[in-house]
């Protein structure tokens, strides 16, 4: 049977106040939801609408429609299902001071969809459909978009393989589904996290075999290393060969900057130099370096700093490793916290957006 979304929101730790269905125009009003912005946790909290989209095997998607979040039907056969043929992408969108709404580069989620999409042999909205999608998705659900300051409303695209196969095949049909909930601070848990927290600690940081670091549960990590007093080396671990696109919420892209306030340092594909601007009008240059980073490095870095859609910009106090603890810089003057400064002050509207990067919603 399926929840009610005073049960759902119950579970999530929100309260529900008198919640009421909504009517087709209880978007634009500019009502909130009644519940407590307050105890957001990063959990379900079902809103009002999803966006669907479908399309067959040898076609591309059409227009898709609005429709009450609730359940969908999916064939026991289906390639989802089977062979895990799907793939789901992560967006916010922020509310701002004076009551407008911001989406930070949904075209760069809707392009990271496409080459997933590509690898999996499974047809992709285009990046418009993709656009278009969220920002129904959000419109629709507008009411429960967090005051400013109290979260965001994170944005669920979801691609998935929903036609019939039984041997090892593309599926014969597709699904595309945009959902949103309201969500607070992110919190992960399982198993290896449920240990680590039973002993003091906030997360766990895995190696492969080689002893190299691969990453912090979900997200991003960064190691930072003063060059000089007004360079910072910033080295981040080989996750994918697709950089650009996995570090979208924090990087900017060389190749597309024409602006002669950057500079490239080295001619390499694998070192990138940036231009950090503070409000104070003081300016840093990170030199970035994406590279396989031994775990031994963790000894000589001065920050420590994780990245993802979900966590933002979160610096890290100290790790542990072989009982070892090595703490590490936070706070005012930090390269995590000025970035963090940025990063949240463009999306939610505070900082002048410069390079085009929000989305605003009609």
């Keep these: 049977m399926l929840k009610t979304r005073d049960q759902y929101c119950r579970t999530a730790g929100a309260e ?27 959990g379900l909290i079902p809103t009002d609408y999803m966006y669907i989209m479908n ?43 004076n009551g407008r709404i911001l989406l930070f580069r949904p075209e760069e989620n809707a392009m990271r969809m496409k080459v997933g999409a590509k690898r999996m042999c499974m047809q992709a909205p285009t990046v418009e459909q993709f656009v278009n999608a969220v920002k129904q998705t959000v419109h629709s659900n507008k009411r429960w978009v967090p005051p400013p300051g109290k979260g965001a409303m994170y944005i669920r695209p979801l691609l998935m393989g929903s036609g019939p196969v039984l041997g090892v095949a593309p599926a014969s049909e597709y699904t595309f589904i945009t959902y949103a909930s309201p969500v ?33 549960s979900t997200t991003n990590i960064f190691l930072v290393k003063t060059t000089s007093a007004r360079y910072y080396e910033v080295e981040q671990i080989t996750l994918t060969r697709w950089y650009e696109l996995e570090l979208m919420t924090m990087w900017y892209e060389l190749e597309q900057i024409t602006s002669t306030r950057w500079y490239e340092l080295e001619q390499t594909t694998s070192t990138r130099c940036y231009e950090l601007e503070e409000i104070t009008s003081t300016r840093y240059l990170l030199i970035v370096k994406e590279r396989a980073i031994p775990v031994g490095e963790l000894f000589d870095a001065e920050e420590v700093f994780c990245t993802g859609t979900a966590v933002g910009v979160n610096s890290v106090n100290s790790i542990t490793y072989q009982d070892t603890r090595i703490a590490y810089k936070r706070g005012a003057g930090t390269v995590g916290q000025k970035l963090y400064e940025m990063l949240t002050g463009i999306q939610t509207g505070r900082i002048e957006d410069k390079m085009g990067w929000t989305v605003e919603l009609d």
């Excluded at 634009?28 to 912005?37: H, L």
């Excluded at 359940?71 to 089977?82: M, Q």
């Excluded at 043929?85 to 969108?93: I, S």
């Design 16 to 42: 529900v106040e008198g919640y009421n269905e909504p009517s087709v125009n209880s978007h634009v009003n500019g009502e909130y939801a009644k519940i407590n912005w307050d105890v957001l946790g990063f």
């Design 55 to 97: 399309c067959s095997k040898d076609q591309h998607f059409s227009q898709g429609t609005l429709t009450p979040f609730g359940k969908i039907e999916v064939n026991p056969s289906s390639g989802i299902l089977n062979y895990g043929q799907g793939l789901f992408e992560g967006l916010k969108a922020h509310r701002t001071a």
């Design 184 to 216: 607070g601070n992110y919190h992960k848990i399982y198993k290896p996290i449920a240990e680590a927290k039973a002993k003091g600690f906030t997360d766990v940081l895995f190696l492969n075999a080689e002893k190299y670091i691969e990453e912090v």
